[in-house]
C-alpha cells in the first residue's frame, strides 16, 4: 500500500535520481493540500452512516426495481449488502484521500470485485451511482465546511468508477 510520498520516493529510487522540480512540485501540492484531506476524512468519519443511508435512499428513489422482487437489492439481505458495500466504498475513499494515492483502492477494494459482483448478478451501474450521490454529498459537505477546491475528494470515487466500469478482470 502506498501513498502520494512513498510512491514518488520508490519512482525516483528506481531511477536513481534526485528528486527534480517536477517531484518537488508534486510534494509540495500534496503537503499544502494535507489539512484540506485531513478535515475531509473527518468529515466523512464523523457522518459517515447518515451519508451511506442518505446515498440508499436517494439511489433506490431513482432506481426503485432494485428493491423490487427481482431486483438485487431485494431482501433484507441483500439491501444490508448494498448498504454495506456503499459503505465500504466510503470508508476506502477516507484512506485514499489522505494517501493522495489510489494504491489501497486497487489493493483492497477493487481486485477481483468485478468478477464477485457479476457471478452475483450485482449490477454495476447503479453502484457506480451509489458511489458518485455519495461523492456529491461529501462535496456539498466540504462545501459548508469552507473547502472550496475538492478535486482531491473526487478522485477516489471517481476511480473507483473508472475501474469498476471498465476493468476487465
Ligand atoms: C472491502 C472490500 C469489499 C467489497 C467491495 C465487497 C463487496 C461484496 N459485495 C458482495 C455482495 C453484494 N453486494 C450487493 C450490492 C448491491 N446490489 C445492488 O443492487 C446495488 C446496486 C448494490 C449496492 C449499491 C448485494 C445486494 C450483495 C449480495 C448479493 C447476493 O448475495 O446475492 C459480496 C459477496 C459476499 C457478501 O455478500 O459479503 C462482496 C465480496 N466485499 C469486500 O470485502
Same mark, same amino acid.
Not at 500500500?1 to 510534494?27: E, Q
Given at each position: 500500500?502506498?501513498?502520494?510520498?512513498?510512491?514518488?520516493?520508490? $519512482?525516483?529510487?528506481?531511477?536513481?535520481?534526485?528528486?527534480?522540480? $517536477?517531484?518537488?512540485?508534486?510534494?509540495?501540492?500534496?503537503?499544502?493540500?494535507?489539512?484540506? /484531506?485531513?478535515?475531509?476524512?473527518?468529515?466523512?468519519?464523523?457522518?459517515?452512516?447518515?451519508?451511506?443511508?442518505?446515498?440508499? !435512499?436517494? !439511489?433506490?428513489?431513482?432506481?426503485?426495481?432494485?428493491?423490487?422482487?427481482?431486483?438485487?437489492? =431485494?431482501?433484507?439481505?441483500?439491501?444490508?449488502?448494498?448498504?454495506?458495500?456503499?459503505?465500504?466504498?466510503?470508508? =476506502?475513499?477516507?484512506?485514499?484521500?489522505?494517501?493522495? $494515492?489510489?494504491?489501497?483502492?486497487?489493493? /483492497?477494494?477493487?481486485?477481483?470485485?468485478?468478477?464477485?459482483?457479476?457471478?452475483?448478478?450485482?449490477?454495476?451501474?447503479?453502484?457506480?451511482?451509489?458511489?458518485?450521490?455519495?461523492?456529491?454529498?461529501?462535496?456539498?459537505?466540504?462545501?459548508? !465546511?469552507?473547502?472550496? $477546491?475538492?478535486?482531491?475528494?473526487?478522485?477516489?470515487?471517481? =476511480?473507483?468508477?473508472?475501474?469498476?466500469?471498465?476493468?476487465?478482470?
Amino acid at each position: 500500500m502506498r501513498d502520494a510520498v512513498t510512491s514518488l520516493i520508490k $519512482n525516483y529510487d528506481i531511477a536513481g535520481r534526485y528528486f527534480d522540480r $517536477n517531484a518537488l512540485d508534486d510534494l509540495k501540492s500534496y503537503f499544502e493540500s494535507g489539512t484540506a /484531506r485531513v478535515q475531509a476524512a473527518a468529515a466523512i468519519n464523523s457522518n459517515a452512516a447518515a451519508i451511506v443511508k442518505q446515498a440508499g !435512499l436517494t !439511489l433506490f428513489e431513482e432506481q426503485p426495481e432494485l428493491i423490487r422482487p427481482g431486483g438485487n437489492a =431485494y431482501t433484507t439481505r441483500r439491501y444490508a449488502a448494498c448498504l454495506r458495500d456503499m459503505d465500504y466504498y466510503l470508508r =476506502y475513499a477516507t484512506y485514499a484521500i489522505v494517501a493522495g $494515492n489510489m494504491d489501497v483502492l486497487n489493493e /483492497r477494494v477493487l481486485q477481483g470485485l468485478r468478477e464477485t459482483y457479476n457471478s452475483l448478478g450485482v449490477p454495476i451501474s447503479p453502484t457506480v451511482s451509489g458511489i458518485q450521490i455519495m461523492k456529491d454529498i461529501v462535496k456539498q459537505q466540504m462545501a459548508t !465546511l469552507g473547502v472550496t $477546491n475538492t478535486s482531491f475528494v473526487d478522485e477516489p470515487f471517481d =476511480y473507483m468508477t473508472r475501474e469498476l466500469s471498465e476493468q476487465d478482470i
